[in-house]
């Protein structure tokens, strides 16, 4: 999966690794569209239907963290349901370049 994400106010992408890439690919593919955790678990992972881990929180966490404050405002927490990549927050950035990878 190849991300066109862009990072506006970073001198420098973040090095990100390729799950974080294809993470951020996917809720940027969908943006304003709640993803449940077992859909990203599917798709970004190819985990089988039914399975349960916090895989997908501790990456969106990492995520974040690498992305900055700007950026990680995007990723919206939906509780008990998924992520959403929000492009209606005032200020924000709504495309992320290529990250470098890990």
Same mark, same amino acid.
């Given at each position: 999966?190849?991300?066109?994400?862009?990072f506006?106010?970073a001198?420098r992408?973040p090095?990100?690794?390729?799950?974080e890439?294809a993470?951020?690919?996917a809720l940027?593919?969908?943006?304003?569209?709640c993803?449940?955790r077992?859909?990203?678990l599917?798709?970004?992972?190819g985990y089988?239907?039914? &399975?349960?881990?916090r =895989? *997908?929180?501790?990456?969106?966490q990492?995520l974040?963290?690498? %992305?900055?404050? $700007?950026?990680? &405002?995007?990723i919206? =927490? *939906?509780?008990r349901?998924?992520y959403?990549?929000?492009t209606s %927050?005032?200020? $924000?950035p709504? &495309?992320?370049p290529s990250?470098?990878l890990?």
């Amino acid at each position: 999966m190849s991300a066109a994400v862009a990072f506006p106010f970073a001198a420098r992408p973040p090095r990100l690794t390729k799950k974080e890439t294809a993470l951020l690919a996917a809720l940027q593919g969908s943006p304003n569209q709640c993803l449940s955790r077992t859909h990203l678990l599917r798709t970004v992972w190819g985990y089988q239907e039914g &399975a349960r881990s916090r =895989t *997908v929180d501790v990456h969106v966490q990492r995520l974040r963290r690498k %992305i900055g404050p $700007a950026l990680s &405002a995007q990723i919206m =927490t *939906v509780f008990r349901a998924g992520y959403v990549w929000s492009t209606s %927050i005032h200020g $924000a950035p709504t &495309a992320v370049p290529s990250p470098e990878l890990a």
